[in-house]
């Protein structure tokens, strides 16, 4: 699979691997258009089909993560992958991603590039990170990015930050529930490899099926989402990981994950 916008990597862990998809235009500090939406899709679809991966971490080349929508392909343009879907189609599949996503913040994260943070599992960021959503100021409004923004940060918040258009830092990206954490630069690596690594090492299954539901509570009311979580666990329960995780509890030993 030949990439064009993006790098996708692999690596060795505890348990299986990490793969880390690294937005590649830095002359334009990775600013997303179709053509990278669509090559989004097709990593996170490999990584999905990799039963070796355990989880995804997501992040940018040349200092940024990616400083919003790429103006000048907002229409359209070719791509040397076949066509999966658009930046609607790559935000629902973040969402609904069966393994964990870890986005990896330097620099701007922006309109678009923000969407990608909040639609990813944990977001980690470097303390001089700057974070947006500046649409307004082109007489433009996120209308995508909202649908993943409402499900992390305050109403109230949120239409403040969506009105005024203003940058904010990685300490209010926190405070907002934007990022899990904001660090100094020197220290982002190593924080995202432990939790890339740390998640690694958790049942697939359980992480698997876990995330499945998350995603779909998140659109149910209660009286809806419970009976669905009480089947799920009712599932859950009767897969080999449940019940080597409750063996090696009873046997106080490490448990061996098969994936099924």
């Given at each position: 699979m030949s990439f064009r916008t993006l790098t996708y990597e692999t690596r060795a862990v505890e348990g299986g691997a990490v793969a880390t998809v690294t937005l590649n235009v830095p002359d334009k500090r990775n600013a997303i258009g179709p053509e990278m939406a669509n090559e989004l899709l097709h990593a996170l679809a490999r990584a999905a089909d990799d039963g070796e991966?355990?989880?995804?971490?997501?992040?940018?080349?040349?200092?940024?993560?990616?400083?919003?929508?790429n103006i000048g392909q907002m229409s359209?343009?070719?791509?040397?992958?076949?066509?999966?879907?658009d930046y609607a189609d790559l935000l629902l599949a973040m969402v609904r991603s069966p393994k964990p996503i870890v986005a990896k913040v330097r620099g701007y994260a922006m309109g678009g590039g923000l969407g990608l943070a909040a639609a990813s599992h944990f977001a980690l960021a470097a303390d001089d990170a700057v974070l947006g959503t500046p649409e307004i100021h082109r007489g433009l409004f996120p209308m995508m990015i909202m649908a993943v923004l409402s499900r992390v940060v305050p109403r109230r918040q949120l239409l403040e930050m969506m009105l005024l258009g203003e940058k904010?830092?990685?300490?209010?990206?926190?405070?907002?529930?934007?990022?899990?954490?904001?660090?100094p630069g020197a220290e982002l690596d190593a924080a995202v490899d432990a939790l890339a690594g740390a998640l690694a090492t958790r049942s697939p299954t359980a992480m698997r099926r876990g995330l499945r539901a998350w995603a779909r509570?998140?659109?149910?009311?209660?009286?809806?989402?419970?009976?669905?979580?009480?089947?799920?666990l009712a599932e859950l329960l009767g897969t080999e990981d449940a019940q080597e995780g409750i063996a090696a509890f009873l046997q106080k030993r490490k448990a061996a994950w098969t994936g099924r």
């Open positions: 991966v355990r989880a995804l971490v997501l992040t940018g080349a040349g200092g940024h993560f990616c400083a919003g929508g359209g343009g070719d791509g040397a992958l076949d066509f999966k879907g904010l830092t990685a300490a209010d990206g926190v405070r907002l529930g934007l990022l899990n954490r904001a660090l509570q998140g659109d149910m009311a209660m009286e809806h989402s419970l009976p669905m979580l009480r089947d799920a």
